[in-house]
């Protein structure tokens, strides 16, 4: 199948009846822009999650990890930035009362329009100018563009008049700024050295839609990596390869990604550069991950309004310094979103169409079926045992209804690289039939050498 013909309904569609992914509440009707990952988008969203520690955190001697609080001091983000600058440009159509964002209203109407330089007049401008119609009521009667924060406010306390006003996070950077100086003492690591965190974010924005790519929370995968401030190229570049070079080894084309560089408009307060690493979705090129390079902008600021010194001292020339960081940030849900769309797949096997999630093997929700020919018991005692058995290395799936060829046909669409029949045979000669997803391709294999089979197969 080609990807330009992949259209984002159908993935939405797979997700809701394969059990990827569901409407958050929806027996009531439902809540915006809310989620919830069903029992196999749990199992791959985890997969790509521990993927990533391993290959960034574990399989590195200058990473350690953090898991930092969702709610901190309010201080921190007022520190941070984040509660003055923290903002998208929001635009109300009078008629219906729907709120959009306004950058992303002209986008979807005038693909093409470099909305990173325009001020929120010029949004304003641009929308009447261009007679930009409401999406959902088609009026042309809106409101003047204007700053909205993104910080979700909640209360802690239970007394009225007494409750503190705190936020969800909105980025997990700031925890791994404020707890630096811990980290350094605990660890003594020396520079250039990172610290990493997997973990949920919320953000109380307006969202165009297309399903899970913007929404009110979110995970993200991120590390702030500490450098002199003279080698900040060099590591800029580098870790931009290894960024590429993961997403390459999680199944991600070369040919669907893009770089895109900010405008100096576009920048965060913090940030002196900052690329998105974008992919090409049925609705555009979209941003999959994002680098910034954040100088020492944090740590200089949370030192100065904590009255703490985060400043770190030269080895070699006695000098405290602030070191400036790098910051690789990867939006886990947004992988798994893009995953499923670069790795979904039709095609016509003996006039009837296949279709096929094809994730890489050690990815997968299920990384192997066991398929019993049938219910009858003597299968039944052969093939629940040895399901049982690899389960205590490899996600197993087990399933015993239908017909052979509708069950290979569901693991298809779920994404199982390797399917184990247990047949009438298999009592005699003590082996199963293998069958590969990708090639359906099916070979005999004794029981006692499927272990070693699926090791060699299913491999980062």
Same mark, same amino acid.
């Given at each position: 199948?080609?990807? #330009?013909?992949?259209?984002?309904?159908?993935?939405?569609?797979?997700?809701?009846?394969?059990?990827?992914?569901?409407?958050?509440?929806?027996?009531?009707?439902?809540?915006?822009?809310?989620?919830?990952?069903?029992?196999?988008?749990?199992?791959?969203?985890?997969?790509?999650?521990?993927?990533?520690?391993?290959?960034?955190?574990?399989?590195?001697? $200058?990473?350690?990890?953090? $898991?930092?609080?969702?709610?901190?001091?309010?201080?921190?983000?007022?520190?941070?930035?984040?509660?003055?600058?923290?903002?998208?440009?929001?635009?109300?159509?009078?008629?219906?009362?729907?709120?959009?964002?306004? $950058?992303?209203?002209?986008?979807?109407?005038?693909?093409?329009?470099?909305?990173?330089?325009?001020?929120? @007049?010029?949004?304003?401008?641009?929308?009447?100018? !261009?007679?930009?119609?409401?999406?959902?009521?088609?009026?042309?009667?809106?409101?003047?563009?204007? !700053?909205?924060?993104?910080?979700?406010?909640?209360?802690?306390?239970?007394?009225? %008049?007494?409750?503190?006003?705190? +936020?969800?996070?909105?980025?997990?950077?700031?925890?791994?700024?404020?707890?630096?100086?811990?980290?350094?003492?605990?660890?003594?690591?020396?520079?250039?050295?990172?610290?990493?965190?997997?973990?949920?974010?919320?953000?109380?924005?307006?969202?165009?839609?297309?399903?899970?790519?913007?929404?009110?929370?979110?995970?993200?995968? @991120?590390?702030?990596?500490?450098?002199?401030?003279?080698?900040?190229?060099?590591?800029? #570049?580098?870790?931009?390869?290894?960024?590429?070079?993961?997403?390459?080894?999680? %199944?991600?084309?070369?040919?669907?990604?893009?770089?895109?560089?900010?405008?100096?408009?576009?920048?965060?307060?913090?940030?002196?550069?900052?690329?998105?690493? @974008?992919?090409?979705?049925?609705?555009?090129?979209?941003?999959?991950?994002?680098?910034?390079?954040?100088?020492?902008?944090?740590?200089?600021?949370?030192?100065?309004?904590?009255?703490?010194?985060?400043?770190?001292?030269?080895?070699?020339?006695?000098?405290?310094?602030?070191?400036?960081?790098?910051?690789?940030?990867?939006?886990?849900?947004?992988?798994?979103?893009?995953?499923?769309?670069?790795?979904?797949?039709? #095609?016509?096997?003996?006039?009837?169409?296949?279709?096929?999630?094809?994730?890489?093997?050690?990815?997968?929700?299920?990384?192997?079926?066991?398929?019993?020919?049938?219910?009858?018991? @003597?299968?039944?005692?052969?093939?629940?045992?040895?399901?049982?058995?690899?389960?205590?290395?490899?996600?197993?799936? +087990?399933?015993?209804?239908?017909?052979?060829?509708?069950?290979?046909?569901?693991? $298809?669409?779920?994404?199982?690289? +390797?399917?184990?029949?247990?047949?009438?045979?298999?009592?005699?000669?003590?082996?199963?039939?293998?069958?590969?997803?990708?090639?359906?391709?099916?070979?005999?294999?004794?029981?006692?050498?499927?272990?070693?089979?699926?090791?060699?197969?299913?491999?980062?």
């Amino acid at each position: 199948m080609k990807k #330009e013909d992949l259209k984002l309904e159908t993935i939405v569609a797979l997700c809701k009846n394969r059990g990827f992914i569901f409407p958050g509440s929806e027996i009531y009707g439902g809540l915006a822009n809310a989620w919830d990952y069903g029992p196999l988008g749990v199992l791959l969203k985890n997969n790509i999650r521990d993927a990533w520690w391993k290959r960034f955190v574990r399989g590195r001697g $200058d990473m350690v990890g953090l $898991d930092a609080a969702i709610l901190m001091n309010p201080k921190v983000w007022e520190a941070s930035g984040h509660v003055q600058n923290f903002n998208d440009p929001l635009i109300d159509c009078k008629s219906c009362k729907s709120r959009f964002r306004a $950058d992303h209203l002209i986008e979807e109407a005038a693909p093409g329009t470099d909305v990173s330089t325009m001020s929120l @007049e010029d949004m304003s401008t641009f929308i009447v100018e !261009k007679k930009i119609a409401c999406p959902k009521c088609g009026e042309k009667n809106f409101t003047e563009a204007r !700053k909205f924060n993104l910080l979700f406010e909640t209360a802690l306390g239970t007394v009225e %008049g007494q409750k503190q006003t705190v +936020y969800l996070r909105g980025e997990l950077a700031q925890g791994m700024f404020v707890d630096f100086k811990r980290v350094l003492d605990s660890t003594h690591m020396q520079l250039p050295f990172g610290i990493a965190q997997v973990g949920r974010v919320f953000r109380n924005e307006i969202t165009p839609g297309n399903f899970t790519y913007r929404t009110l929370e979110f995970d993200l995968m @991120e590390f702030e990596y500490f450098i002199h401030p003279q080698d900040w190229e060099e590591k800029f #570049e580098y870790w931009l390869t290894e960024m590429h070079s993961w997403l390459e080894s999680i %199944g991600i084309s070369k040919e669907s990604l893009r770089v895109r560089e900010h405008g100096k408009e576009e920048l965060s307060h913090y940030s002196k550069k900052t690329v998105d690493i @974008e992919y090409k979705t049925p609705f555009g090129w979209k941003e999959l991950c994002g680098f910034a390079y954040r100088t020492d902008f944090d740590l200089k600021n949370h030192s100065e309004k904590s009255g703490q010194d985060l400043r770190m001292t030269d080895p070699k020339t006695n000098e405290k310094f602030f070191p400036h960081v790098l910051e690789p940030t990867f939006g886990l849900t947004r992988h798994m979103l893009f995953l499923l769309l670069e790795c979904y797949d039709e #095609e016509t096997v003996k006039d009837e169409k296949r279709l096929v999630m094809r994730f890489p093997a050690y990815l997968a929700p299920y990384q192997v079926a066991v398929l019993p020919l049938s219910k009858k018991a @003597e299968l039944s005692a052969v093939a629940q045992p040895l399901a049982e058995a690899l389960r205590k290395k490899w996600s197993c799936d +087990y399933d015993e209804t239908q017909s052979i060829g509708k069950r290979y046909r569901r693991q $298809d669409e779920i994404g199982t690289p +390797y399917c184990i029949t247990v047949d009438f045979e298999t009592l005699n000669d003590h082996a199963v039939t293998i069958r590969d997803r990708d090639s359906m391709q099916q070979e005999r294999i004794p029981i006692g050498k499927i272990e070693a089979y699926l090791a060699e197969k299913i491999t980062a």
